[in-house]
């Protein structure tokens, strides 16, 4: 987009424009979209698929360590040990775990791959979502939200009128908005506690935006070290590990770690990791 349009705001404004224009049937569509009732539909319309399709799902309990046993020429056996003292033995294996969590598993197979995931950097957010009595706020929320540049040097990294954006989200009567703070280099905040970092953020509405009134509803989500970062020399990287895990067939890294971070990324990316599974499964190399 960058590329193309000279920047990420211009080329975002040239593709609003572009989907923002009546369709062929007259209706107008948005570069926004979510799920109604929030993104848990996602996972469990894909549980459900999975289900009844006869797959065997286990939850509650995380991979603890992984290894590897020769089973025929060229095949393996992964067998992959779980935190509850089980373990499963498969013919083919996709790591969607973060990618410092597979440089752990992947470690005793090949420790260059395991070096190489681990120095993908993540970094941590937080987010504070609040519910203001729409009349207490009227005129202070204008657009979909707002991003604040580094330099302004403030709390706040970002806020989304997500009442405005999907009013699906409120009662008409209130306005949420989603506050967003923390990110690389400036993750300190996130040591703050829930209180804390609520009374930061909303000092940073009211000099911002005037809003002073107090939240009906305060919610505080924080993601720690949920958001990969694609440093400079990161698809070499991706080539070195994809090399050195070349030799474990049906052994296959997939995520927000490697092709992409946006959920229709993943999705992409797992989906290319499930052909790549059924591909080394019925013979050819994955
Ligand atoms: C605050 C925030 C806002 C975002 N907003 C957007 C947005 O608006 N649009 C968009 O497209 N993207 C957005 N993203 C990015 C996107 O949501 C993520 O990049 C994406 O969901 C990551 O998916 P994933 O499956 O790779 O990783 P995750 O969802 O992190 O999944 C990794 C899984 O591995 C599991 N795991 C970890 N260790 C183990 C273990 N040892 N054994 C077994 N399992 C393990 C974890 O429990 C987790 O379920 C946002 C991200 C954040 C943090």
Known sequence: ????????????MTTRKSVSSPTHSNQ??????????????LVAALVHRLTDQGVTLKGGCAVDALRVRSHQL??????VI??????????????ATPAYVSAELVRPLTPTAGRLLEIIP???????AMAYPRAAVSGAAEGFGFVVPRAEGRDLIAATWTSLKWPH???????????????????AILQLDDQALVARVRAELASMCGVTAAPWFVE?????????????????????????????????????????VGIPDCIRDGAVAAERVMRYLSGERS
């Open 1 to 12: 987009m960058e590329q193309q349009c000279g920047s990420v705001i211009r080329g975002m």
């Open 28 to 41: 107008k569509r948005t570069m926004f979209v979510s799920l109604k009732n929030g993104l848990s539909d």
């Open 74 to 79: 060229g095949r393996w056996m992964y067998d």
């Open 82 to 95: 779980l935190t509850d003292a089980s373990a499963l033995s498969v013919d083919s294996l996709v790591l």
């Open 122 to 128: 993540y970094a941590s957010t937080a987010t504070i």
């Open 169 to 187: 989200r409120a009662p008409p009567d209130q306005l949420l908005v989603r506050c967003y703070v923390g990110g690389v280099g400036r993750e």
């Open 220 to 260: 505080v989500n924080r993601w720690m070290r949920a958001m990969p970062q694609y440093t400079l020399g990161h698809l070499e990287r991706l080539n070195q590990i994809e090399a050195a895990l070349s030799r474990y067939g049906g052994l296959i890294l997939t995520g927000a770690g490697y092709r992409g």
